[in-house]
């Protein structure tokens, strides 16, 4: 996939997606991009007790004119004047407006927030951050709530960046772009691979420490075939539950960003929980970039 040159960022006003919007003219300033600002919005609704419902089509026009100059105050409050930065408008289902806009304007890359809710909630499906993950044809960048106190990610230095490996032609597109990215920002990767521990019925017996040595191998061997390129690459192996794992380095770490690679879902596993990617999604405390192979 070629380097970040179109960013589409979508808000809907809340701190979540501001936190967003700043990170997403942070990456734009830094690699020299076209930042396109999207807010999915619908046609006011006037309802009745007695259930009848009426479109409010006289207030559409002053909605519309409220909207597009509160993305305007809200660009220039987050210090966008030096990012060529379009502002869009788009009326309906958030999720799959932000996709098709994305694709219509050309982005490569999709910024988007997650509410970073907890317990239950985040086991639930149908989050616009999840589907947008699950539908979008490139990258997706997933920014969580930040924690109180803690400064902006977009103010952060990067110098740490966990990129989850399992040798598959996903996750080897995903430590591709993982690269360059740390050799603009000057950061080493911790190229992890976890194998499943929970496989064998001794953690310690000769079979699992037979699939560790071998997990060990291959991920030397990953390693070694980007060796030549200017950068810091740290293999690590760990048994035991994938985004567990993936998630427990990053904070080891100090991790400014996680990159991992996704299939994408189409029809019935859609509706179905489990990917790595999507788990990470939820549980990352620094931002993730979700790779995903070009076609």
Known sequence: MSAIQQILCAVDFSDPSTEALRYAIAIARRVGARLHVVHAWQIPVAAFTDGAAVLAVDQTDDLRTELERAMRELIATHGAS????????????????????????????????????????????????????????????????????????????????????????????????????????????????????RTFFRPGDDAARAAAHRAAQDLEAEVQRHSGRKVELVPVVRGGISYVEIVALAREVDAGLVVIGTEGKTGLSRLLLGSVAERVVRSSPVPVLAVRLPG
């Open 82 to 197: 030096d990012v060529p930065t379009e502002t869009h408008l788009v009326m309906g289902d958030a999720a799959g407006l932000v996709v098709g806009e994305a694709s219509r304007l050309g982005c490569d890359t999709i910024v988007i927030a997650t509410h970073g809710r907890t317990g239950l909630p985040r086991m639930l499906l149908g989050s616009v951050a999840e589907r947008v993950v699950r539908t979008a044809p490139g990258r997706v960048l997933v920014v969580p709530r930040r924690d109180p106190g803690q400064p902006s990610f977009a103010d952060r230095p990067l110098q740490d960046i966990v990129c989850a490996v399992d040798f598959s032609k996903h996750s080897e597109e995903a430590l591709r772009q993982a690269i360059p990215i740390a050799e603009a920002a000057k950061a080493r990767v911790h190229v992890v691979h976890v194998w499943d521990s």
